[in-house]
């Protein structure tokens, strides 16, 4: 799992919590007040430079107290306000600004002699040609990925596979939620073994959805992608098309 946390609050959080931070109150401790304790009561003293010995006792004795009861309270602290690791590891994911993880799934045309076309659809919501996504699950997400596709597609799901190439956060414009968010993109390829005839059509609709094979120079001559999409147009230009 991926986090994005501004240093200033993370800073923050530390400071607010280093009293906890490591303040464990452990059995070696309360041992050791009641061992000094007792033998500051039980011993004997002489005299020293001058000092009597009931004097120094006192002294030693009042000593043992304050700390056994300095133990007391931060045993009795540590009790109420018990911060463990797990605290703080939940109170730092808390933190996290990726508000959405999504995974991109990333289809190439194998059916063609044509190089470098990638299916996309039409999204509504955005008025905007998108590659194919999906929220990511904790889990199986492979799983999960396949079965939305053939889901999405009408295709079998055991004539799809899937693959994580990379990840990326990144901040963008929501068109859909007319807000900045900050997204953690995993990007999957899927490989279809066998297109059904529709699908070997520049454009075809299933289940109401329009879809398109595009290249990335085609997505990139098109304005209305490159002003909604271009982060996610060169991270899977980047990662796919520039390094085969």
């Given at each position: ?12 959080l530390l ?47 009042f ?13 009795l602290?540590w ?34 002699q ?33 079965e ?88 899977v ?8």
């Amino acid at each position: 799992m991926q986090l994005l946390i501004d240093k200033t609050k993370l800073e923050l959080l530390l400071e607010q919590k280093r009293e906890y931070i490591g303040n464990k109150v452990t059995v070696d401790a309360i041992i050791a007040a009641i061992s000094f304790l007792l033998s500051a009561f039980t011993a004997n003293y002489d005299s020293i430079l001058g000092i009597n010995g009931m004097v120094v006792k006192t002294v030693f004795c009042f000593i043992g107290i304050c700390y056994t009861l300095k133990i007391i309270i931060d045993l009795l602290k540590w009790n109420k306000n018990k911060y463990d690791h797990k605290k703080l590891t939940k109170d730092i994911i808390s933190l996290d600004m990726i508000q959405h993880n999504h995974s991109l799934v990333v289809i190439r045309d194998t059916f063609k002699q044509q190089a470098g076309r990638f299916l996309v659809y039409y999204d509504e919501r955005w008025d905007c040609k998108l590659f194919l996504n999906f929220k990511t699950v904790n889990g199986d997400n492979e799983t999960a990925i396949l079965e939305r596709v053939s889901a999405s597609l009408q295709i079998p799901k055991e004539n799809i596979s899937a693959r994580y190439l990379t990840s990326r956060v990144q901040e963008k414009y929501s068109v859909s939620h007319d807000e900045t968010r900050v997204y953690n993109h995993r990007l999957y390829e899927v490989v279809i073994n066998r297109f059904t005839d529709d699908m070997k059509k520049d454009d075809f609709v299933i289940n109401g959805v329009h879809y398109f094979w595009m290249t990335i120079s085609e997505m990139q001559k098109d304005s209305n992608i490159m002003t909604k999409n271009m982060d996610v147009v060169d991270f899977v230009n980047e990662t796919i098309i520039s390094r085969s």
